[in-house]
């Protein structure tokens, strides 16, 4: 918790996450601006009840454990289907009332009754600054024990389950900063009252776009379009919308920005991570001749980092190590979020699940969906085939060979670029203006589905 006597005269709001996975500390790592920097963790800060760890740990443990086990095969699939179950997302059509609370609302706020989150609210409502967080949970603290200040919750997926909403959405004073268009419709079936819902867009870090003007983001992007189009057929069939949206053209590849990178993540469980060694595997050879770079995000996790390390040297790949197989190390998760936006200035090409790191297509970045894990993320992948700002993979084992041709033919490039101008890019500026109260320079957001 952090010493009031020192933070209360510099910051503008208290910045709630939760630090289960990475998305949404993610989110509030791109808005410590309101917060000088410091994000509070609702369920692990200097002072947290022991009862309040032990119900937070256990839902974390759990999560992450069925996680894991999804790609074993029958017992991983049904572990998760259950937990997805849980926490599903309704059909959105034909629209109707879902405004009831289902099982997971009613299980969290008796868990709130019988004391969860109070000890954080009364220790932030000494200095009620504007509370914006991004999970729901800790909104629902906020309201339930009376916090005096403003109450924001922001959204971190393409559409969201019932569980976002309170238990009487239509009497709450919790005000929703919505990721994109589905959230604001889906809000309303939820009964959240439509004054109380604000299309912002996910908030992207600062420094990758630059402000309103987008300044950094274009230089990049103008970069990457040249790496991504090395025979010029997008630039072609674009040029006069490509010189009115980022000026002249500067390709020139003798003097590429950066090599053709690609980056894999992975998910704070750590699922996935194989896919990551396969990809290695299937690029070995271009990698070795120094045709493309990959970085491997493996997260705030040592044993992921030491794995990526081991596979690379038994693919004979360990000159190639820091260089043109990146495999970061990270100091802290704050720190994990800051390395992350470095790598992704010089990523032409983001390798994923559909988490809530779909929404970096509109930054530019040409997305690889690996496979969805939960509802939430099959939501995503099809909201990023819906902008055009990525494709599912294909099989990762002939990578060189299928990547190669979707580069060549230009339509990684168009996948940037269709990101670029379809997916909400200015979400944090958008939520930093409205958290304090000021007229906003960046123009409404697009109702876009």
């Not at 500390?25 to 808005?31: C, I």
């Not at 604001?184 to 402000?211: C, D, H, Q, S, W």
């Not at 894999?264 to 996935?272: D, P």
């Not at 040409?366 to 939430?376: K, R, T, W, Y």
């Given at each position: 918790m952090p010493n009031h006597s020192h933070t209360h005269s510099k910051q503008q709001a208290w910045i709630i996450d939760v630090n289960m996975g990475y998305g949404h500390s993610r989110a509030a790592y791109a808005l410590k601006d309101l917060s000088k920097g410091q994000v509070i963790s609702a369920n692990d800060y200097d002072g947290i009840p022991e009862e309040d760890m032990k119900l937070w740990n256990e839902s974390r443990k759990i999560y992450e454990a069925i996680s894991r086990m999804k790609p074993i095969p029958v017992i991983g699939n049904y572990l998760f289907e259950a937990l997805d179950y849980w926490q599903q997302i309704e059909k959105f059509y034909p629209r109707r009332d879902l405004s009831k609370p289902n099982i997971q609302v009613r299980q969290i706020f008796q868990m709130i009754k019988k004391g969860l989150g109070k000890h954080l609210i009364e220790q932030l409502s000494e200095n009620p600054l504007p509370f914006v967080t991004t999970f729901f949970i800790p909104a629902f603290f906020a309201e339930y024990y009376n916090y005096p200040g403003d109450i924001w919750c922001v959204t971190t997926d393409a559409d969201i389950s019932r569980a976002w909403a309170p238990m009487d959405p239509k009497r709450s004073r919790i005000k929703y900063l919505a990721s994109n268009g589905r959230v604001v419709e889906r809000l309303k079936l939820y009964g959240v009252p439509a004054e109380n819902i604000f299309a912002t867009g996910f908030p992207l870090p600062k420094e990758l776009i630059g402000g309103p003007n987008s300044k950094i983001l274009k230089d990049l992007l103008t970069h990457r379009l040249c790496n991504l189009d090395p025979n010029g057929i997008f630039h072609n069939r674009y040029a006069d919308i490509l010189k009115a949206k980022l000026g002249a053209a500067r390709c020139k590849t003798e003097s590429a920005a950066h090599p053709l990178t690609v980056t894999y993540s992975v998910g704070g469980a750590g699922a996935q991570r194989a896919l990551g060694v396969k990809i290695m595997k299937s690029l070995k050879a271009k990698i070795a001749r120094h045709e493309i770079r990959l970085n491997l995000m493996a997260g705030f996790r040592k044993d992921a980092i030491d794995y990526y390390r081991s596979a690379a040297i038994k693919l004979g790949l360990e000159n190639e190590l820091g260089t043109w197989i990146n495999v970061p190390e990270h100091e802290s998760r704050a720190s994990y979020f800051s390395d992350y936006n470095q790598v992704l200035k010089t990523t032409d090409i983001l390798w994923t699940k559909p988490s809530e790191m779909s929404f970096y297509c509109g930054?530019?970045?040409?997305?690889?969906?690996?496979?969805?894990?939960?509802?939430?993320?099959?939501?995503?992948?099809?909201?990023?085939?819906?902008?055009?700002?990525?494709?599912?993979?294909?099989?990762?084992?002939?990578?060189?060979?299928?990547?190669?041709?979707?580069?060549?033919?230009?339509?990684?490039?168009?996948?940037?670029?269709?990101?670029?101008?379809?997916?909400?890019?200015?979400?944090?500026?958008?939520?930093?203006?409205?958290?304090l109260g000021r007229k906003s320079e960046i123009q409404p957001l697009p109702l876009i589905v």
């Amino acid at each position: 918790m952090p010493n009031h006597s020192h933070t209360h005269s510099k910051q503008q709001a208290w910045i709630i996450d939760v630090n289960m996975g990475y998305g949404h500390s993610r989110a509030a790592y791109a808005l410590k601006d309101l917060s000088k920097g410091q994000v509070i963790s609702a369920n692990d800060y200097d002072g947290i009840p022991e009862e309040d760890m032990k119900l937070w740990n256990e839902s974390r443990k759990i999560y992450e454990a069925i996680s894991r086990m999804k790609p074993i095969p029958v017992i991983g699939n049904y572990l998760f289907e259950a937990l997805d179950y849980w926490q599903q997302i309704e059909k959105f059509y034909p629209r109707r009332d879902l405004s009831k609370p289902n099982i997971q609302v009613r299980q969290i706020f008796q868990m709130i009754k019988k004391g969860l989150g109070k000890h954080l609210i009364e220790q932030l409502s000494e200095n009620p600054l504007p509370f914006v967080t991004t999970f729901f949970i800790p909104a629902f603290f906020a309201e339930y024990y009376n916090y005096p200040g403003d109450i924001w919750c922001v959204t971190t997926d393409a559409d969201i389950s019932r569980a976002w909403a309170p238990m009487d959405p239509k009497r709450s004073r919790i005000k929703y900063l919505a990721s994109n268009g589905r959230v604001v419709e889906r809000l309303k079936l939820y009964g959240v009252p439509a004054e109380n819902i604000f299309a912002t867009g996910f908030p992207l870090p600062k420094e990758l776009i630059g402000g309103p003007n987008s300044k950094i983001l274009k230089d990049l992007l103008t970069h990457r379009l040249c790496n991504l189009d090395p025979n010029g057929i997008f630039h072609n069939r674009y040029a006069d919308i490509l010189k009115a949206k980022l000026g002249a053209a500067r390709c020139k590849t003798e003097s590429a920005a950066h090599p053709l990178t690609v980056t894999y993540s992975v998910g704070g469980a750590g699922a996935q991570r194989a896919l990551g060694v396969k990809i290695m595997k299937s690029l070995k050879a271009k990698i070795a001749r120094h045709e493309i770079r990959l970085n491997l995000m493996a997260g705030f996790r040592k044993d992921a980092i030491d794995y990526y390390r081991s596979a690379a040297i038994k693919l004979g790949l360990e000159n190639e190590l820091g260089t043109w197989i990146n495999v970061p190390e990270h100091e802290s998760r704050a720190s994990y979020f800051s390395d992350y936006n470095q790598v992704l200035k010089t990523t032409d090409i983001l390798w994923t699940k559909p988490s809530e790191m779909s929404f970096y297509c509109g930054l530019g970045i040409a997305l690889i969906m690996a496979p969805p894990i939960g509802s939430q993320e099959e939501f995503n992948r099809i909201w990023v085939g819906y902008v055009g700002g990525g494709v599912p993979m294909n099989d990762p084992r002939y990578t060189d060979e299928w990547l190669e041709d979707w580069i060549e033919s230009g339509g990684v490039a168009r996948m940037a670029y269709n990101g670029y101008i379809e997916a909400p890019t200015h979400g944090t500026y958008r939520i930093e203006d409205l958290v304090l109260g000021r007229k906003s320079e960046i123009q409404p957001l697009p109702l876009i589905v």
